[in-house]
């Protein structure tokens, strides 16, 4: 069974200062794993994707991840955080195979205030 | 290219009622997914619609229902609201359902408040 845990439900950084998201999955087959960013009042947009291929992916917002298999990690990293990124950050994962294809799974969100 | 919408912004209904919410999905794209956002919470997965007809469903009653119309757009339904059914409803479009991963994009959501 999938399992997304972000132990962070808070974060506070000041501007400028570098940021890093956590998450924790659990899987039993091939994931596919996300990252989401919310804004107050919005829906969710894609942050970071992965599925394959290089490890290391670039999103937006200046954002990066490294997918790490043995750690069953894919955490965000900035290396200077902007007052713009304040906003909430969702961990997702999909199942590759079986009933549960298409079907994203969240964590529970980090919230992230950026001090000025 | 517009973007998937969702109708209404928000809605206030009381316990036992029924409420439809609405989705147009992204243009090209013909499967929705619903999702519930409780306060506080990650979005739970409601239920998935392909070609009209659902295709897969998370743990939530029958009360919940949606449809799906020739145009890919899509409705939930919810129907004997509880106070617990108090949550932002998201729904989500992607082009293709059933075979490799396809990226779904997501509304504003619909925020539902029931008394």
């Known amino acids: 069974a999938q399992s997304v845990t972000q132990p962070d439900i808070h974060i506070t950084v000041s501007e400028g200062a570098s940021l890093e998201l956590r998450c924790n999955y659990s899987y039993g087959a091939t994931p596919y794993l996300f990252w989401y960013v919310q804004s107050p009042g919005q829906g969710l947009q894609l942050l970071l994707k992965y599925f394959s291929g290089d490890t290391l992916v670039q999103g937006i917002k200046g954002f990066e991840a490294e997918f790490k298999r043995s750690q069953s990690s894919f955490n965000p990293r900035k290396p200077s955080v902007h007052w713009s990124d304040a906003a909430e950050y969702f961990c997702?994962?999909?199942?590759?195979?079986?009933?549960?294809?298409?079907?994203?799974?969240f964590g529970r969100g980090t919230q992230l205030t950026v001090w000025p | 290219e517009t973007g998937v919408t969702q109708s209404p912004t928000h809605l206030i209904k009381t316990r036992g009622q029924q409420v439809t919410l609405r989705c147009s999905s992204q243009?090209?794209?013909?499967?929705v997914s619903w999702y519930q956002q409780a306060l506080g919470q990650g979005p739970q997965f409601i239920f998935q619609y392909y070609r009209e007809e659902e295709n897969g469903r998370g743990n939530f009653p029958p009360r919940f229902s949606g449809l799906q119309f020739p145009n890919y757009s899509s409705e939930l339904n919810v129907n004997a609201l509880e106070l617990d059914d108090s949550a932002l409803y998201l729904c989500a479009s992607s082009p293709v359902s059933g075979t490799r991963y396809n990226e779904q994009f997501f509304g504003p959501g619909t925020r539902l408040t029931v008394l």
């Open positions: 997702a994962v999909e199942t590759v195979r079986g009933s549960t294809l298409g079907r994203l799974y």
């Open positions: 243009s090209g794209h013909n499967t």
